[in-house]
């Protein structure tokens, strides 16, 4: 991996370890569906005023908003909407712990779109990272027939997980178009913020902002580090490295926002949590070990 490569990995892996925790300053008195729209509402007011700000371009072709459209709609819609409802149900360590499987979805996502090939060793770390997952839910799982918040918690998880792989194959389809990170983000997170909105709105929720400190600062921290900061270098590495690898940020971010819970949440680390980890680790070495092949 290159030493800018790096960078950019290691930038996403420590601001997204903290925004898990952050979103549950949102939940509560604010719909997901509207604090989605707020969240990347504000991101792409942002983005389009630095494109004009530097004199990019924000006219894409039609085939190009076709898939910044749907980039939007899976990626930043879809997707963190499963996010925030999950983490109404489990605590946000658990909800980034199913993120761990991010790789192995990714790579399938990307074989089916493009054929990518899918070697041993891209496989076998991406297995230890699902057995990672298993481990540290466990528990969890284990009394999910006298609580039933569990299971819908893992189900919204895993549909974040899914609608994430498929943003991740329409953003490599809008690269094809031209652009650079900063005009996609800023067409998609627009899209994915027109979207949640209009769910807020057929569900009759109330858009109004809560003139809380709390979910200022963490709606300011979501949007600006958590968002704009954090999506641009993680497209640079999908253009770079490829999703498969890219995706195994997920594995790395659970450690640290399990920690977090466990300040935060009150988490109760267990046997098989420390099991878990050690497969996400040993994974997360052999998946990057891997020599860059393109997507």
Not at 276 to 282: D, H, M, T
């Amino acid at each position: 991996m290159r030493p800018s490569d790096l960078r950019h990995f290691i930038t996403c892996a420590v601001i997204w370890s903290t925004t898990w925790i952050a979103i549950t300053f949102q939940l509560g008195d604010v719909a997901p569906a509207v604090s989605v729209f707020w969240r990347f509402g504000l991101a792409a007011l942002l983005l389009a005023a630095y494109c004009v700000a530097r004199g990019y371009a924000l006219r894409p072709t039609l085939a190009a908003q076709r898939e910044l459209f749907a980039m939007g709609a899976f990626l930043f819609c879809g997707a963190y909407l499963c996010v925030y409802y999950a983490e109404q149900h489990l605590v946000s360590g658990l909800v980034a712990v199913g993120y761990s499987a991010s790789p192995l979805v990714n790579m399938v996502a990307s074989r089916l779109a493009f054929g990518t090939r899918m070697s041993r060793r891209v496989i076998a770390g991406g297995l230890l990272g699902i057995a990672g997952v298993v481990c540290v839910f466990w528990p969890e799982f284990m009394r999910i027939e006298t609580d039933r918040v569990v299971l819908l918690g893992a189900a919204f998880t895993a549909g974040g997980v899914l609608a994430s792989a498929l943003g991740n194959v329409f953003s490599s389809r809008a690269q094809r178009h031209g652009g650079n990170v900063w005009q996609k983000m800023a067409w998609a997170m627009g899209w994915g913020a027109a979207l949640a909105g209009a769910i807020g709105l057929v569900r009759g929720e109330a858009f109004g902002m809560p003139a809380t400190a709390g979910y200022i600062l963490a709606l300011l921290y979501l949007a600006i580090a958590g968002s704009i900061v954090t999506f641009a270098s993680y497209l640079t590495l999908l253009e770079t490295i490829g999703a498969a690898r890219a995706g195994y940020i997920g594995v790395i971010v659970p450690i640290v926002a399990l920690a977090i819970s466990s300040v935060f949440e009150h988490y109760a680390w267990h046997p098989l949590a420390f099991a878990g980890i050690a497969f996400a680790v040993v994974g997360n070495v052999i998946i990057l070990g891997q020599p860059a092949r393109g997507r």
